[in-house]
């Protein structure tokens, strides 16, 4: 069935340093990847995504890459800013009108 | 638009009751989630409607939850009767047609069941 493996699982940078994260996905079919954040104690709200018809895309200081071959994607932040501390879930849009979400990965960015 | 809107945000009930979680989606979305987020399993997808309709309920753990959703503006998720293992938050999504399409998240429902 879908699944969506993410890593790590915890993840901690100093400000102003970069942070990655990675998601596999299984479903080949699969050609949509959202990215949501949630902040303690809030709902999770969505920050970016990606389609498959493109490698990568960017939104200031985050951006989401997408290898279909390897099927992987991953979120890179940028300059990274003690406000982006949160858990992060990626997404698997497969089919079916339904998302599949990554266990979450909590980013802690310390001053 | 004031969002998807939940409530009660917070109940706190014992072993063998029945909850009652409430869920109105964002006017106009024909899509409406119900999630529910433990430390332990995550973010998981419990059912979905599609114009009202249940398309997917695989995901509702065992036969003492059930959803309804009567019209477009109103869903409920019903746990009868409940047990300590239910405690978690519940969040209700929505999205307008379109698979690419933003899911919304209400504020979700803190259900602690004693």
């Known amino acids: 069935g879908e699944n969506v493996e993410q890593h790590p699982s915890t993840l901690s940078v100093q400000e102003g340093d970069s942070a990655v994260i990675k998601c596999t996905y299984s479903?080949?079919?699969?050609?949509?990847f959202p990215w949501y954040k949630q902040e303690l104690g809030k709902r999770p709200q969505l920050i970016i995504d990606i389609r498959s018809n493109v490698g990568e895309k960017k939104d200031q200081r985050i951006a989401v890459t997408l290898n279909k071959t390897a099927k992987h994607f991953s979120l890179h932040i940028t300059e990274t800013q003690p406000e982006d501390s949160a858990v992060y879930f990626c997404a698997d849009g497969g089919g079916y009108n339904k998302l599949i979400f990554g266990a979450g990965t909590r980013l802690a960015v310390h001053p | 638009d004031a969002g998807v809107i939940q409530s009660p945000r917070h109940e706190v009930t014992e072993m063998g009751q029945e909850v009652t979680l409430r869920c109105k989606p964002i006017s106009g979305h024909d899509y409406l989630f119900w999630y529910r987020q433990t430390m332990m399993r995550g973010l998981e997808l419990l059912i979905y409607?599609?114009?009202?309709?249940?398309?997917?309920d695989s995901g509702m753990p065992e036969d003492r939850f059930s959803a309804k959703m009567p019209n477009a503006s109103f869903s409920t998720l019903k746990i009868q009767p409940s047990e300590p293992r239910d405690s978690a938050v519940y969040f209700c999504?929505?999205?307008?047609?379109?698979?690419?399409?933003?899911?919304?998240f209400g504020p979700g429902t803190r259900l602690t069941v004693l």
């Open positions: 409607f599609n114009n009202n309709v249940p398309i997917d």
């Open positions: 479903d080949s079919a699969s050609n949509y």
């Open positions: 999504a929505s999205r307008t047609q379109g698979r690419y399409n933003e899911q919304f």
